[in-house]
Nanobody, 126 residues
């Protein structure tokens, strides 16, 4: 599967962005999807996860209440709505796909996702 992330950019603190991740090459609706991010000099960290049908979501504590993950299986796209952005949200954001269900306690493990997009830069200025 190919994943194409977009929607990043430069925004002031307190602002909003919506990231998109378009999937192609396989039946998207069968994939569990996640968003991760990586800031300079830091390890890749989990942001959010959504189940196949979209009924189950998980978030990192650092973004809970500010970010919302959603998906449109008809459009083969997963979204990450980011509100109340903070400078510490600055990172390259990656979408990822997993063909098998992941236990809620393990949705933050990058190794469980088989496919990755190229990343989109989000920069939040103070």
């Amino acid at each position: 599967v190919q994943l194409q992330a977009s929607g990043g950019g430069l925004v002031q603190a307190g602002g909003s962005l919506r990231l998109s991740c378009a999937a192609s090459g396989r039946t998207f609706r069968f994939d569990y999807m996640g968003w991760f991010r990586q800031a300079p000099g830091k390890e890749r960290e989990f942001v959010a996860h959504i189940s196949r049908g979209g009924s189950s979501t998980s978030y990192a504590d650092s973004v809970k209440g500010r970010f919302t993950i959603s998906r449109d299986n008809a459009k083969n796209t997963v979204y990450l709505r980011m509100n109340s952005l903070k400078p510490e949200d600055t990172a390259v954001y990656y979408c990822a796909a997993a063909p098998r269900a992941i236990m809620t306690s393990r949705v933050g493990e990058p190794s469980l996702y088989n496919y990755w997009g190229q990343g989109t830069q989000v920069t939040v200025s103070s």
